[in-house]
């Protein structure tokens, strides 16, 4: 009879769901594939067993899966479509994929190094990426991660996942927290496969996200043995193994298993949750690192798999490489196992070097060298500080206990990046990569793992009055130990000479012998009233918020600091800043009048004083955008660079002048060297991505908007490139994906809805009108009009709003020419004649 259920699916349509065959069974679903028959793609329905479906654990479980799963959007996990409900049976729709679970991909068999290796790296980050959402796992295991046919990973069923309160869905609802959650994380309850657990978890304690990376570790730990790193014959003992013995040792069961990948295996599976790593993106840095500097590939073990083939179910369900990781393994590690003499470390390393070639010479000339070594050896000594070349600066944290005091942290941090930077050889992090890491509870090596630096500078801002209490350190961050510290008790009027006995005393530390030159600039006043300076900074503070309300106080911050000095050249800047950001958006002005006085404001802060870095920036970039002064452009960009050295937004502007100048190889490279200086934010790679976009290098540019969404999930602009560039390459489906993710994002679900139900009827037509339909508030120009219609094929339209963006000087409108958005256009007559108004020049041969 349930034999005869199943085949009673297949051939029917549920919903737009054309049932074709049955995939798989588990215990929490039967998998089918599908066609949809809307988009015209294969996709899988996962249905709640029939005699479950009124259970309603199994039910609160399944849509548990759902929501979690529905709440991420990383290419390693599993993506899920839509939900609904058929004959009294809940279903999901995810995506189909061809391969097996890594459970079954090489049973009892080690992977290769490099591939077990490359699989941990992809995982972690989505693991990452999961936690950064409110959301961990619980229920890690090869049975629940996915291997394609073309070896990419994905993490499956999130039935157990524990989903925070202050995790949100994609519609902005609050993920709800009910009798079932508080039934499955209560003291006592142990949730998951026994095998997989962590020792918290096999204690039912209260569970984060460390769990999923001690679990991780154990399918990491097995993937390169072959072997479970606990097991037993009955539960009870699995968890006696789980929280009071150590697995075998990984390069006594694999000779090829690296040293730093044992090191990384040994954190990862510190039974004191509080000594493993605290998060998963420091797991994926270290695996990122090893891969780096290891030739992994020459050491592999053969694995041989059975036949890869359609299989997704429960525990079956494709991925490209996340984004990349600031290497830097931690040396601190607690061993796998207890070796009982040096003779066995001499053969594990023998082992681990040389194979079995030698045999007992090999082991016992290693054991007598070891020996040797351990009665001889001192402590060694720590790596000198004139090594240190790379620094980052932490937002100082406010101990007034007054909000309103926040400025002064963020602002003294700012302004000591700024001095930072003009030191020779020291590469100093942006401020908005630094910044992340506020009221972070990362330590210092950690910090130094994301973002590749060899120390940090922070500290601690009370404001008593008129008096400034100021604690700043500097630390290590490889040997976690602290190089310089102070304690300021001065004048608040003083702060400019706090300032500058910091920058001064860092630079003493890291043994940078400074020029006079530099010195003069670390040191130069850009005001002498310092209550003219506090206003700049919390104009700054709020500018750097970007919210509508915050922009506007900003500019009023500005302008009061002019009030007191009225020759305040950053102050002035800081008005054009306001003007220029959101072009105009925040502060209800128009384009044109954000262009013209931010122009007026920039120029003035110039003649005021010739050496801000960020004005010559935002000059360059309404030169490029506001005048179509190309070589007047480039010169402002390049007097920025030659100011600030690292002054990241000045590359990232300059890669896009660049890019529209058709000079893409230097775009490219302006762009990836603000990602360099900028690691953590989300607008540098996309910056990348746009260089490489308008040079066509399709793959490239998706890679990169692919790990600015890795970054940042919900980032708009980069979904609606993706879905140019899909529309470039005839991936129409995947665009329409992609439009109805970023409508999603923006509360626009029934449009994105209504375009899916067009396209799937009238083809790439439906997928154009559609984006004409498009409400104003979300921002859609003349510009983008003009590639509209364009791609209807109404070439008269299409040349209407370009003439219209032409007249405006839309932003967009300096690319064209170049961007391939508007090929389309190119071999009608007068194309050529408003490429002509741009006056591009020619691309220099120099």
């Known amino acids: 009879m349930v034999f005869d259920r199943i085949q009673a699916l297949i051939g029917e349509t549920v919903s737009h769901y054309k049932i074709t065959a049955k995939l798989g069974e588990g215990g929490m679903g039967v998998v089918y594939r599908a066609e949809d028959t809307r988009l015209g793609r ?51 729709v995810m995506e189909l994929m061809e391969g097996h679970t890594l459970d079954r991909v090489a049973p009892g068999q080690p ?52 989903v925070t309160t202050e995790a949100k869905s994609d519609s902005g609802s609050a993920a709800p927290t009910d009798a079932m959650e508080a039934d499955l994380t209560r003291p006592g309850a142990a949730i998951g496969t026994v095998s997989y657990m962590s020792p918290e978890q096999a204690r039912g304690e209260e569970l984060d996200n460390r769990t999923d990376i001690f679990s ?127 003779a066995q470390i001499a053969a594990d390393l ?19 060298a070891i020996a040797v070594f351990m009665m001889q050896r001192s402590p060694a000594e720590p790596e000198g500080d004139a090594q240190i070349r790379s620094l980052a600066v932490l937002p100082f944290s406010n101990a007034s206990g007054d909000p309103d005091a926040e400025y002064l942290g963020e602002g003294i941090a700012e302004s000591l990046i700024n001095s930072m930077t003009s030191i020779p050889d020291l590469r100093v992090v942006s401020r908005s990569s630094a910044f992340r890491f506020k009221e972070t509870d990362s330590t210092p090596a950690q910090i130094g793992q994301e973002l590749n630096v060899g120390a940090i500078v922070t500290g601690r801002v009370t404001q008593r009055g008129d008096e400034l209490i100021i604690t700043a350190e500097m630390v290590d961050t490889r040997q976690d130990a602290q190089l310089w510290g102070e304690r300021y008790t001065r004048p608040a009027a003083d702060i400019f000479a706090i300032q500058d006995e910091i920058a001064f005393a860092i630079s003493d530390r890291l043994q940078v012998k400074l020029s006079g030159e530099t ?41 009061q600091a002019l009030d007191i000095d009225p020759t305040y050249g950053l102050a002035w800047a800081g008005v054009a800043d306001s003007y220029t950001v959101g072009n105009g958006i925040y502060l209800e002005i128009s384009p044109e009048e954000s262009k013209t006085k931010s122009l007026a404001a920039v120029k003035r802060a110039l003649e005021l004083d010739d050496s801000l870095a960020e004005a010559h920036t935002t000059l360059a970039d309404r030169l490029h955008y506001a005048e179509w002064d190309w070589q007047g452009a480039e010169r402002e960009f390049k007097r920025a660079i030659e100011i600030n050295p690292g002054y990241a937004t000045a590359y ?133 009009q003009s590639y509209l219609y364009a791609g209807l094929g109404d070439f008269d339209k299409a040349f ?27 071999d009608d007559p007068r194309f050529d004649e408003q490429v002509a108004r741009l006056k591009r020049p020619h691309v220099p041969s120099d």
């Not at 329905?45 to 548990?64: I, T």
């Not at 023998?350 to 007598?368: M, P, S, Y």
């Open 652 to 784: 990232q502007w300059y890669a896009e002048l660049l890019a529209a100048w058709g000079r893409f190889d230097e775009a490219i490279a302006a762009a990836r060297k603000a990602e360099e200086l900028d690691p953590l934010s989300p607008a540098m790679p996309f910056s990348v991505a746009g260089s490489l976009h308008a040079a066509r290098k399709w793959e490239e540019s998706e890679a990169y908007c692919l790990k600015a969404l890795a970054m940042e999930p919900e980032y708009v602009a980069v979904l609606i490139q993706l879905a140019e560039l899909y529309i470039s390459t005839d991936r129409f489906d995947q665009a329409v994906e992609t439009w109805q993710r970023a409508l999603r994002i923006m509360g626009l679900d029934d449009l994105g809805q209504t375009m899916g139900e067009r396209f799937a009827t009238e083809g790439p037509d439906g997928y154009w009108r559609s984006l004409l339909e498009l409400p104003d508030e979300v921002g859609i120009d003349a510009n983008y």
């Open 350 to 368: 023998a082992k681990r070097h040389r194979g079995k070639v030698f045999g007992v010479v090999t082991l016992v000339i290693a054991a007598i």
């Open 216 to 342: 991780m570790g154990l399918v990491l730990y097995e993937a390169v043995t072959g072997q479970r790193a606990f097991s037993g014959t009955t539960s009870a003992l699995i968890f006696d193994a789980i929280l009071h013995k150590a697995p075998v040792a990984p390069v006594r069961l694999n000779p090829e298993v690296p040293e730093g990948l044992e090191q990384i295996l040994n954190k990862s599976l510190e039974k004191d949750r509080n000594l493993r790593y605290q998060h998963a993106s420091d797991l994926r840095a270290d695996l990122e690192r090893l891969r780096r500097d290891s030739d992994l590939s020459r050491s592999a073990v053969g694995t041989a798999s059975a036949p890869v083939q359609t299989a997704i179910g429960t525990s079956d369900t494709v991925s490209r490489a996340p984004s990349g990781a600031v290497p830097g393994p931690d040396p601190v590690a607690t061993p796998l196992s207890s070796p009982s003499s040096d």
């Open 519 to 559: 010195e003069e600039q670390i040191s130069q006043r850009k005001t002498e009233d310092a209550e003219a300076y506090k206003l700049y900074l919390k104009g700054r503070f709020h500018w750097n918020k970007r919210t509508k309300e915050d922009v506007q106080k900003a500019l009023v911050y500005f302008e």
């Open 42 to 92: 294969q996709v899988a329905l996962k249905f709640l067993p029939e005699d479950v479906a009124g259970d309603a654990s199994y039910l609160e479980r399944f849509q548990r899966e759902a929501r979690a799963a529905s709440a991420l959007n990383h290419p390693a996990i599993c993506t899920i479509y839509d939900i609904g409900e058929h004959a009294g049976r809940p279903y999901i």
């Open 111 to 162: 992977l290769s190094i490099d591939k077990a290796v490359g699989i941990g790296t992809q995982l972690a980050d989505a693991l990452d990426a999961a936690h950064e959402r409110g959301i961990v796992h619980r229920d890690i295991k090869p049975a629940n991660i996915f291997l394609t046919d073309r070896g990419q990973p994905k993490i499956l069923d999130f039935g157990l996942a524990k």
């Open 800 to 826: 209407e709003y370009l003439e219209d963006s032409m007249d405006q000087k839309l932003n967009g409108s300096s690319f064209l020419g170049v961007w391939p958005a508007f090929d389309p256009l190119k």
